[in-house]
């Protein structure tokens, strides 16, 4: 195959940030993608429905005029979300879904959420709404080694979760282990996943290779390869149950470069061609456009989108930029290190 022509995706987590780095950020991902749930996790927090309107109408005002592009707004858990707040805000479709952190899992996550039950009142109105819960499925605790804390978060807390509130739509976002892909499977129907380029594309060895390389360091971490083989065939079987989110999470390269070297990996700008190469790499682009455009559509209630995508493939590598420039700062643009061969064709 040298052309597939595919439903136009949604990529279901996503990071803009704010500011210069939104402005600079937001048409990476416009331009291949009709719609973006949009992770809350700035400083501060989007806590409430006035401040993701607010942030909704600087990610419009950052859209080109040319890309067709709906954000749908998140608000960040914490132990003291108001859950009549958030009833109200997602009954006047201020925001679309709930994003739990476990306090310390990530990027910006501080504010998060220590003790799971005191925000079960909250989780338990969610569930009557039929509003999305969204999960970084990975526990905090420092006895738990970093590679395992995806595994025990859904053993611990996910498990519990679904069994208090078995009617509660859930996403568990960015899957990097078999264990997460074999509970998903053998969960309820509104259990889902998502999953990312990065995850699919590169096992741990990547983060270590040459010396510790903090442009390829995102959380959750990435893992051995037999869970990325895992991801990779619930990615390709067309499996309902997952779909895609890039989490593609911009930082500057002073931020990533230092003593921090703060977690994320900014993939927007070559995610499908990253997708399709892999897809075709695994004989399975005839389940591409379930992964990137129908199941996450599907899991959510929405309809899916009417404008098609065309995505060909070159004889020639593609060469990509290396970086995204901001204020005379970089954003290091994700490489996953093999050639890609497809593109997102010209309209």
Not at 118 to 126: A, G, Y
Not at 252 to 264: L, P, W, Y
Not at 321 to 343: A, C, H, Q, T
């Amino acid at each position: 195959m040298k052309k597939i022509e595919i439903t136009k995706p949604d990529d279901w987590h996503v990071h803009f940030r704010d500011n210069e780095i939104l402005k600079a950020v937001v048409p990476e991902t416009t331009r291949n993608f009709a719609r973006s749930i949009i992770m809350p996790n700035l400083i501060p927090p989007i806590l409430n429905g006035k401040q993701a309107t607010a942030y909704k109408k600087r990610i419009e005002d950052a859209t080109p005029k040319k890309d067709t592009f709906k954000p749908f707004m998140t608000i960040y858990l914490t132990e003291q979300t108001d859950k009549n707040e958030l009833k109200e805000s997602f009954i006047n479709n201020a925001i679309f879904a709930a994003k739990l952190y476990p306090a310390g899992a990530t990027t910006n996550s501080g504010s998060g959420v220590k003790d799971i039950k005191k925000i079960m009142p909250v989780l338990e109105t969610m569930a009557t709404l039929g509003m999305p819960l969204l999960i970084h499925g990975e526990v905090t605790d420092q006895k738990i080694d970093i590679f395992d804390r995806e595994k025990v978060f859904i053993e611990t807390i996910l498990a519990f979760i679904i069994n208090e509130l078995p009617e509660l739509k859930i996403t568990l976002e960015h899957i990097t282990t078999s264990d997460s892909v074999n509970f998903v499977n053998e969960a309820n129907k509104n259990l889902c996943a998502s999953i990312t380029p990065h995850h699919l594309a590169l096992n741990r060895n990547t983060i270590f290779k040459g010396g510790i390389r903090p442009h390829y360091f995102c959380l959750p971490i990435l893992k051995r390869e037999k869970h990325r083989k895992s991801l990779v065939d619930a990615a390709t079987s067309g499996n309902s149950k997952f779909f895609l989110g890039t989490d593609s999470a911009p930082h500057f390269v002073s931020d990533k470069e230092n003593a921090c070297g703060c977690a994320g990996v900014f993939n927007a700008s070559y995610s499908l061609p990253i997708l399709a190469q892999i897809f075709d790499n695994n004989n399975a682009l005839k389940t591409l456009e379930k992964f990137t455009s129908i199941n996450g559509a599907s899991h959510y209630n929405l309809s899916r989108n009417k404008i098609k995508l065309k995505l060909k493939k070159n004889e020639n590598p593609l060469r990509l930029r290396k970086s995204l420039e901001v204020n005379g700062e970089k954003i290091i643009i994700f490489d996953p290190e093999f050639s890609i061969f497809w593109d997102v064709a010209l309209p």
